[in-house]
């Protein structure tokens, strides 16, 4: 079965702090993608990656950065945590450009 | 640019009723990828179709089919017969073929919340 696993479900983080967001896939899939949800906007992409330590903006990248040292492993980083970045992240990943996405079940961060 | 539009914000149906989620898009490329995505409450985005720009034949699996037309840049999904386990948000998303290389993402729509009602 597919899989693609996001470490926390749920993060309570503070204003500043430096937050890290985890995901991992075990379908050894070339591209990875991180996405935020928020309520009437639908998902924006923030990065995606199609190889090992390659990287590319997506449509939202301000603040945010990501690391891709292994194929499996793709993190988001928060470099300054700012309430305006409370909202669901997604990641996900797909075995080629342009085929079907398999989702995690999403981190919902929170800002205080 | 690319643009996925659902202009149904919030559906809701009685059990049984027959309902149609309208998806249009915009694309200059010829070349395109088109989907539709289900996340129920648990929040999991769950893969239901992938169709390609050359590909205008509808596809039916079970109570869900598609319908797919290039002249209205539209590619609509239709439930039939809806069960409670049907309520979700569902997304379409659109993927152009070349642009900027590499894997590039999908562009969603904002996404129709469908209320089945017992």
């Known amino acids: 079965d597919v899989k693609v696993t996001q470490s926390s479900r749920y993060l309570v983080k503070r204003t500043g702090e430096k937050v890290f967001l985890e995901c991992v896939q075990d379908?050894?899939?070339?591209?990875m993608f991180w996405y935020r949800q928020d309520p009437g906007l639908g998902l924006r992409l923030i990065y995606f990656?199609?190889?090992?330590?390659?990287?590319e903006k997506g449509d939202i990248p301000e603040g945010y950065s990501v690391s891709r040292e292994k194929k499996e492993r793709f993190s988001l980083i928060l470099e300054s945590a700012s309430t305006n970045q409370t909202s669901m992240y997604l990641c996900?990943?797909?075995?080629?450009?342009?085929?079907?996405?398999?989702f995690g079940q999403g981190t919902r961060l929170t800002v205080v | 640019a690319q643009k996925v539009t659902q202009a149904q914000t919030e559906i809701s149906v009685v059990e049984k009723e027959d309902v149609t989620l309208d998806c249009v898009y915009e694309?200059?490329?010829?070349?395109?990828?088109l989907f539709w995505y289900k996340q129920p409450p648990s929040g999991e985005l769950v893969f239901l179709i992938r169709?390609?720009?050359?590909?205008?034949q509808n596809e039916i699996s079970g109570r869900y089919s598609w319908n797919f037309q290039k002249s209205t840049s539209s590619f609509n999904f239709t439930i039939t017969a809806s069960q409670v386990v049907d309520s979700a948000v569902y997304f379409c998303?659109?993927?152009?073929?070349?642009?900027?290389?590499?894997?590039?993402?999908?562009?969603f729509g904002k996404g129709t919340h469908l209320i089945i009602q017992p």
């Open positions: 998303a659109l993927s152009e073929y070349g642009s900027g290389g590499g894997a590039d993402g999908l562009t």
């Open positions: 379908m050894d899939h070339e591209n």
């Open positions: 990656s199609y190889d090992v330590k390659m990287k």
């Open positions: 169709r390609n720009s050359f590909d205008e």
């Open positions: 996900a990943s797909s075995w080629r450009a342009r085929a079907e996405a398999f």
């Open positions: 694309t200059r490329d010829t070349t395109y990828y």
